[in-house]
């Protein structure tokens, strides 16, 4: 069914009165977003930060009228608020599959292919057949495109591999394609982990794939390679556990980070790499 939308930009001090308001009239989300590009990079746990301009949007069911809505809201909070006010209509949609509507094969390297279900180009290669689902990982991120062109770079031939924060999988079965001997696919999302499997079974790798939550991580050691696309201070943090993966002369690709944040995770692994 249709829904109804409104959307308001406030300062960050006022967003939880409109969204407490919102919640008050009817709203069955509550949605809060940047309203003027300011990143907020990797709070601290625990800490839900707003950024200064901060857009909030209340979605509302079909019967809910509209005029009714911003006569409410100017009744409450002044003229000055109707100013700044937008209302839309939403027609329903299956809105975690929306934005596969602009994935498109995308390659990697010399000729590794990412291809979403159904669609090849016109060209030799190496394809991956993908559907994320809702786990990350598509080869569209900056992180992960540069892990996918090392690894058609380096053809991981017969190497034992860890992927570690595998999301979708795809950089596990992109090891898999590419001659790794075997892969253990990590994660601590059991929706990660559902479409890693069903991404490996997809592409006939399935059988050369241990995919593990990271609750219950079995003995694993001495392995050739540790893929790590994750952020930069998950990847301090785990450090002692990842090195303790790796087996002498085998690599770690660490992948998830900021330019300004290579120099504190470089000092977490050096004891442990060369970098």
């Known amino acids: 069914m249709p829904w109804i939308q409104l959307h308001l930009t406030v300062e960050k001090q006022q967003a939880p009165q409109m969204e407490l308001l919102l919640e008050k009239m009817g709203a069955l989300f509550v949605t809060l977003g940047d309203a003027a590009d300011e990143a907020l990079l990797e709070p ?61 094969p995308m390659k990697f390297g010399r000729n590794l292919w990412i291809c979403p279900d159904g669609q090849r180009p016109f060209e030799e290669g190496n394809f991956i057949d993908l559907d994320p689902g809702l786990a990350f ?44 001997r075997e892969v253990v696919a990590i994660d601590h999302d059991p929706q990660a982990l559902d479409a890693t499997r069903a991404n490996a079974e997809k592409n006939g790798v399935l059988g050369r794939l241990r995919i593990v939550h990271s609750a219950s991580l079995p003995s694993i050691e001495n392995v050739d390679l540790v893929l790590a696309n994750i952020l930069a201070g998950t990847l301090i943090d785990l450090e002692p556990t990842l090195a303790a993966l790796v087996r002498p002369e085998g690599r770690i690709i660490l992948s998830g980070l900021l330019s300004n944040q290579t120099e504190s995770v470089s000092a977490a692994y050096a004891g442990d790499f060369d970098l």
Do not use: M
């Open 44 to 104: 601290a746990p625990g800490e839900s930060p707003l950024w200064q301009r901060t857009r909030i949007s209340g979605l509302f069911t079909q019967e809910s009228d509209p005029e009714r809505l911003r006569r409410e809201l100017v009744h409450t909070l002044g003229e000055e608020i109707g100013q700044n006010l937008e209302c839309e209509a939403l027609e329903d949609r299956q809105w975690e599959r929306v934005w596969l509507d602009n994935f498109r």
């Open 137 to 180: 990982g598509t080869g569209t991120h900056p992180t992960t495109a540069l892990c996918l062109d090392w690894l058609d770079a380096q053809q991981p031939v017969d190497a034992r591999v860890v992927d570690f924060g595998c999301g979708s999988g795809i950089l596990a079965i992109a090891a898999l394609k590419l001659g790794a």
